[in-house]
């Protein structure tokens, strides 16, 4: 029980080392007296013995001087044995005692047993005296070097190297049957059997969350405990540290377990196979791992999951079927040992019981309930369960409430059992007792078993390595292994570069694509809204009044919004190119869903300027009052762009009508089709609205109620039942191509007419208003594109590239996300690579320290 203290050598200063290099040491010991005369001066340690015994026939037997000095003795030789136990006593303490104690009757040697009971306790108080004192002189020591005053840095502790290594093979996919096989301390038992409690008294803290009956424990908890200054818990993916010792700070701790319980187990499930890791640190803590899994039960109650009972037994399994994981099984022996169900899993899982210890809790409570004494006893000597076990021990964790601390508990059960009967008659071995002397042994059957399995499992996983390496080198002989979060790295530079070649878009690239987009989207409202309500008025001054009531409104309502959203749908579309370009042989297509999922993410939180369309709608305004056309090559210009519109609009007019009208006698000859009925009954209605429009050119663009009458009674007269609606829904289509034909010979006319519009058609039968109306419509595209171009590329992309960086940071943040987006069988391999020569890594750095230590 003694600390090693060949670890702190570097307590004494280095000039003491140095001593012998300024110090003639040889000189200095011929100097001083022979041992012989120093010899002399000591005092004679047999005659001081002999007066000693002569002693002995003075005192009473009992607690007496004597027993004290061989007592002493005792203790000393009980420190120097290693693997002893607290109760054990010594066999020359024993000899002692029957040197001065020779009684024949019964009753002196009951007397003798009792007496030699209390000198094993009271040895045990003494030990444990020396042994709180031990440890609060390493807590001090371990304090002094966490405070920074030796300059010389600690390695990472042999269980923390270890505890990494089970991190990550918890995450590692065994996809190339590279089983877990490191062991770990697996804590099984029957629901509300103590579980929780003994691994508590273990850590010295209550650090989980407690429930009267109901199911707590839903998902495994390992906990790594290691020796520290201070007695803290933190989790592996979190920097925050409970202080153990703050009542705040525990309950902290059970309510961070409890939520981290709570969003493992996913929808419609009441427990999870995430396991939840924590690391506790404290002084005299027992290095070791363990690993605390959901209680068994025999019945699904309501609330539960129906498939709650075989997913417990499954994980239950899957840790225990682990060859090397030693299972410490809890049995709750204030119950009736016919109600276990967790024996039966154990025995099963181990048979021959080679790593399982078997632990006994609420022993207070078992006897004095259990009539029979003895039955606790066959449970402790493994003869009431089927089950075998490497020991077998009782211990009490608690007092029936649960804000009990740590500390109280331990004196309740050191008090417990130094007057239980169990004890004192020996129906139970001082050292299968007490949660201390169980931590003691798993601890030491822990290291044991890492110590014979551990290399073992390191030359598994370089075979592993082997097989993935070659595996890469046949499949990806020429690509680098990179790793998922690498994969993401190089992406976000591409990405980041694509979005940069967006300001490097031209002026004029952005312009035209502006105006043609922006034209194609308000064309439909500028032809049928303002231009042909328009033209059917009968003089230049009511066209000019009627299109500028018309544009007056658009610009006010509609034209800035629907030019914003242009123009974001342009950029939209510019930065998806960049986005899904093909590169050429350099592109790579792993990196396709990640660059979509950030163009959608990046799209969707950009919002455009909301003062846009307030200054674009006074532009626009300007841009549409203005008519002064300044020479003829605007002009052409305008007419140009005009007939483009005119004859775009009359292309899809036609189309329209030939689908009404079915196809014509051409088209019926070469390619053997007919027309439908209906086709056929609009034909008719066609022809004898076209025979009106000849007779009357300058028709109004809408028919009169006779005028529909009329046309169904000349289809009649042809035996053709035609319905009124049919005939203006026709005549729509009919009037729109004659307009759109006389509109454009009218352009053609305009063609010469800048002449008179310079002198604004005075002396003129050739009015070209609508060329006018056109060329104001152009300018304003133009304008509006321009001014569109500028907030693109001064404010618009700057934004959404910062909306880029942003959402990579946060996909960078978001495991899950990464693995969704970076999929297949190269990241697979990549990632099974990392961790492998990781877990590899580790291994071999904690197998050397290993051998250090040992």
Request: glycine residues 4%; contains cysteine.
């Amino acid at each position: 029980m003694l600390p090693d203290l060949s670890d702190y050598k570097w307590i004494v200063p280095d000039f003491i080392w140095e001593l012998d290099e300024h110090i003639d040491f040889e000189k200095l010991s011929k100097a001083l007296p022979d041992a012989e005369d120093l010899a002399k001066l000591l005092p004679d340690f047999d005659k001081i013995g002999e007066s000693l015994s002569s002693l002995k026939g003075f005192f009473s037997p009992g607690y007496n001087l004597v027993s004290e000095v061989i007592g002493a003795s005792d203790l000393l030789l009980l420190l120097g044995s290693q693997g002893e136990t607290a109760f054990r006593a010594t066999d020359q303490g024993y000899e002692n005692d029957k040197q001065y104690k020779k009684v024949s009757d019964k009753e002196k040697v009951d007397q003798l047993q009792e007496e030699l009971l209390h000198t094993q306790l009271k040895y045990q108080r003494i030990l444990e005296r020396l042994e709180k004192e031990n440890k609060e002189l390493r807590k001090l020591v371990l304090q002094k070097d966490d405070k920074g005053i030796h300059q010389r840095k600690l390695k990472k502790s042999l269980i923390d190297m270890y505890s990494e290594v089970l991190d990550i093979l918890s995450d590692y996919d065994a996809s190339y049957n590279t089983q877990d096989h490191l062991p770990r301390v697996v804590v099984v038992g029957d629901q509300s059997a103590g579980k929780t409690s003994v691994l508590e008294m273990i850590a010295q803290a209550r650090i989980f969350p407690r429930g009267s009956g109901e199911m707590m424990t839903r998902s495994p908890v390992k906990v790594t405990l290691s020796e520290g200054p201070h007695h803290v818990a933190l989790f592996k993916d979190s920097s925050r540290e409970f202080d153990l010792t703050k009542e705040e700070d525990l309950a902290a701790l059970r309510n961070e377990i409890e939520i981290r319980m709570r969003k493992s187990v996913k929808e419609g499930c009441t427990v999870s196979a995430e396991t939840i890791s924590l690391n506790v640190k404290g002084p005299g803590l027992q290095r070791m791992v363990l690993v605390d899994l959901p209680g068994v039960i025999s019945t699904v109650t309501s609330g539960m999951a129906p498939d709650t009972k075989d997913t417990i037994f499954s994980i239950s399994k899957a840790y225990m079927q682990n060859p090397n994981a030693i299972i410490l099984c809890i049995q709750d022996g204030s119950v009736d040992a016919e109600r276990s169900i967790v024996t039966d899993l154990v025995s099963q899982m181990d048979p021959h019981g080679k790593r399982t210890i078997f632990v006994l809790t609420k022993v207070d409570l078992a006897e004095k309930n259990v009539a029979s004494p003895n039955r606790i006893q066959q449970i402790i000597e493994g003869k009431l369960f089927p089950m075998k076990a490497l020991g077998y021990f009782a211990v009490v964790t608690g007092k029936g409430n649960s804000s009990e601390s740590i500390e109280s508990i331990k004196d309740y059960e050191e008090e417990f059992f130094q007057n239980s009967k169990l004890l004192k008659t020996c129906m139970l071995k001082a050292h299968q007792v007490t949660t201390r002397n169980l931590s003691l042994a798993v601890s030491d059957c822990f290291w044991k078993m890492v110590r014979e399995s551990v290399e073992q499992q390191a030359d598994a996983f370089k075979a592993t390595r082997f097989n993935l390496e070659t595996e890469w080198k046949n499949n990806y002989p020429r690509l680098r292994e990179l790793d998922r979060n690498e994969l993401f790295e190089k992406a976000k530079n591409e990405i980041l570069d694509e979005v940069i070649s967006l300001s490097q878009v031209t002026p004029k690239h952005w312009e035209e694509i502006l105006q043609k987009t922006l034209w194609e989207r308000v064309s439909t409202h500028v032809i049928e809204n303002i231009y042909l309500p328009a033209a059917q008025t009968t003089n230049s001054g009511t066209f000019n009044t009627t299109v500028d009531i018309k544009l007056k409104q658009w610009t006010d309502k509609q034209l800035p919004n629907k030019a914003v959203e242009v123009a974001w749908e342009t950029l939209q579309e510019e930065f998806s190119h960049f986005m899904t370009e093909k590169k050429g042989k350099e592109h790579d297509d792993i990196f396709d869903k990640l660059k979509q999922a950030v163009k959608e993410e990046s799209i969707k939180r950009h919002k455009w300027n909301e003062r846009a369309e307030d200054s674009l709608r006074v532009i626009q305004h300007n841009a549409l009052e203005d008519r002064s056309i300044s020479d003829k090559q605007q002009w052409d210009a305008a007419i140009h762009f005009m007939e483009d519109t005119l004859q775009s609009r009359l292309k899809d007019t036609e189309s329209v009508i030939e689908d009404m009208v079915g196809p014509d006698w051409k088209k019926r000859w070469l390619y053997w089709v007919g027309r439908t009925k209906e086709q056929n009954i609009r034909n008719e209605t066609k022809n004898e609205l076209e025979k009106m429009i000849k007779c009357n050119e300058d028709h109004a663009a809408y028919l009169a109620n006779d005028e529909v009458t009329t046309v169904r009674k000349n289809l009649e007269a042809k035996g053709v039942a035609v319905d009124p609606c049919l005939i203006k829904d026709t005549w729509h289509q009919v009037y729109r191509r004659h307009f759109l034909r006389t509109a454009l010979s009218h352009c053609n006319l305009c063609r010469r007419g800048f002449y008179y519009y310079q002198r604004h058609f005075v002396d003129s039968e050739l009015e070209c208003n609508d060329v006018v109306l056109f060329w104001r419509i152009q300018r304003m595209l133009a304008i509006t594109a321009n001014t569109l171009r500028q907030q693109l590329t001064n404010t618009e992309v700057r934004r959404l590239e910062k909306n880029v960086k942003e959402v990579l940071e946060d996909f960078a943040e978001d495991s899950d996300k990464k693995v969704k987006l970076l999929t297949g069988k190269r990241v697979q391999l990549a990632e099974d690579l990392k961790k492998v020569r990781e877990i590899q890594e580790k291994l071999e750095a904690f197998i050397e320290a290993l051998h250090q230590e040992k």
